[in-house]
């Protein structure tokens, strides 16, 4: 269609493209940091539209009305660029173009309350509050091109308009095609520059993937510090489909059992250290008979073994005890001392992973391959400095291990005797083991 005022070609179909497209990408740049239904820490600061009452679900309220707001305006502005065709005069075309301009300067308006309230932020610590920011930062940058390219389109629809009434008859600018060229010219550039951050904006924003990551790394550096310097000794237990039940005890472990043990000056207790050892599904099946009655409860439950062995009624008298009964002892594998490094580590790959110390671990099937000795993001790697716990101190974790697999769920506290070596001297810790 003409323009009977201005005299130059209006594309409706382009209009009706921009119309709708104003108010999208004015609702999503100006909602991308709008939070969940929960008032942030620091929520007087970031939205510059509330002082924070108190109420999550009306602050939430107030910055998604006030994202409807602005971007009704820009679509209504840019929807006076499809009615200029259709004004009967002077009068009726100038009242839609000053309506479309004041429309078009909330824009700038809301820019100015983003980028004050964005410099009164802090960057915090936490991922939390990071990922706040960063939203924030995305948020206004998203706002600026908004800004621009918008402000592009008046001017480029400005200058089609004039430019054909200031240059001679001929001339390429007089051309009526023109208006189509500037109108594609700033489409192009819009959306080249919108995709230089629309990606960032997806990561940072929209990709629960990448959110999650992020969020599950804070834990991770959160609870390696409490792994490493809990007072308390932390041992995470997980049971395989076979059966199999693999344990890690935390640094802490070392620290009371290897004490002054240490050798060549190692630091004792190594926080970057752990042990890692397995059970086998057998030594969890109830109802064997694990030893003579009177070791029940104690320290030193045969082949120099300290368990608090659990036990059944012994058979009738003068029948046969099946094989499964023959008193024995739990009998963990030990895997190694474990240091925490990445499993593309070549050097923890080619580390030497010795058997157990006890004989009967070997003859039982205990497997020293390598490639049995990584677990997540742990690797298995032999530390020659670092002196190895005993087979009675480790026999007398393996023991709470089956305790608290086999305790009831009602009881989450277990009174324990731990073994400790010392110049070859067996010393009991009693301890109290809290299951969860």
Known sequence: ??????????????????????????????????????????????????????????????????????????????????????????KSWWACMFISWVLFMFLFERLYVRVQSFRSMNRGSSISEMEVYNRARLSLKLLVTCAVMWSTLVVVYTFSIVAPHLVPEGSFLADPALTMVCECTMDVLAKILY????????????????????????????MNVVWDNSSDVIGISVRSISGTVTTMLSPT????????????????????????????????QHGRFDCAPENEGKVGGGAGAASNTRMRPPPPPGSPRPPSSLPRKVEPRMVCNVEFSSISNPAARAAVFPRTESADADAAGGDPSPEKKVYGNVVAAASPELPRVTSPEIFSVA???????????????????LV?????????????????
């Open 1 to 90: 269609m003409i323009d009977p005022v201005a005299g130059t070609r209006v594309h409706l179909l382009r209009w009706c493209e921009w119309t709708p497209l104003a108010f999208l990408m004015t609702f999503l740049t100006i909602g991308t940091d709008l939070p969940d239904q929960a008032v942030p820490s620091d929520a007087a600061k970031r939205g510059g539209d509330s002082a924070g009452t108190g109420n999550g679900n009306e602050w939430h309220m107030i910055n998604l009305r006030t994202a409807y707001l602005h971007a009704s305006a820009q679509g209504l502005s840019t929807l006076c660029g499809l009615l200029f065709p259709f004004c009967p005069g002077p």
């Open 253 to 284: 472990y070392l620290k009371i059992c290897i004490g002054d043990r240490g050798a060549s000056g190692q630091a004792k207790g190594d926080g970057a250290h752990a042990v890692v050892f397995e059970l086998d599904a057998g030594e969890f």
């Open 195 to 222: 995709l230089t951050i629309i990606v960032d904006v997806h990561d940072a924003v929209f990709d629960q993937g990448a959110r999650a990551k992020r969020r599950l790394e804070e834990l991770r550096q959160m």
């Open 420 to 436: 400790r070596v010392r110049d070859g001297q067996r010393h009991s810790i009693r301890c109290e083991a809290k299951v969860t």
């Open 399 to 417: 023991d709470l291990i089956v305790r608290a697999w086999d305790v009831d769920r009602k009881e989450t506290l277990l009174m324990h005797d």
